[in-house]
């Protein structure tokens, strides 16, 4: 069993563990989409993620201790910005994994092709997200622009 933070692609094994966490009021109420109540609407989150596997458009999963904990969504925007956004199941927040992961993938953007199309990554998160402001700083991300959207503003990252 692994005991660190990895990535990998989701497989079908992975939509129980998925499901959980797309399923928990506590993340969806800081993400962009509203909690999923129906089977149908986790099952078309999950089947639109699986092929979701490299740049411009990936979805990973987040392996900790043998489960999926969550997930991770790069897109490429206009301008060549790579917007990031992630989360983990509520009941291990506060331990580290967060700033574990965002190490991750910050790691992997550098390692892959992400890294030779864009040098700016971009996290919109909602205001009252402070868990999420202290993760995104203590990897480096800086406030760019507060209020970007209702509710929601911005840090970025800059690459080497
Ligand atoms: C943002 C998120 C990934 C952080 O995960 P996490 O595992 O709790 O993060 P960490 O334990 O590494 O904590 C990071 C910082 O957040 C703060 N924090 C996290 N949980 C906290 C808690 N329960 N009480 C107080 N502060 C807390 C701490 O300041 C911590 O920094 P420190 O270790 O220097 O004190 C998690 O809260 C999450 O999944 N949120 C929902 C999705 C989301 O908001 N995503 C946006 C990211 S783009």
Redesign the pocket.
Known sequence: MKLEVTLRHLNQGDYEDVRDYVCNP??AK??TWQVYTQEKDVRDYFNKSLPKIACPDEVLGIEYQGKMI?TVHLILRQGNFIQ???????H???????????VVILSHIQNTEWSKISKEIW????QN????????E?GGFILQKPGVELNRNR?TLKIA
């Open positions: 506590e993340v800081y993400l969550g990031m956004g992630f989360g983990i199941t509520p291990l927040w506060g331990q580290g994994i967060g700033t574990k992961t965002l996290a919109d998160i909602h997200n402070i868990y999420a402001a202290k993760t995104l203590k840090f």
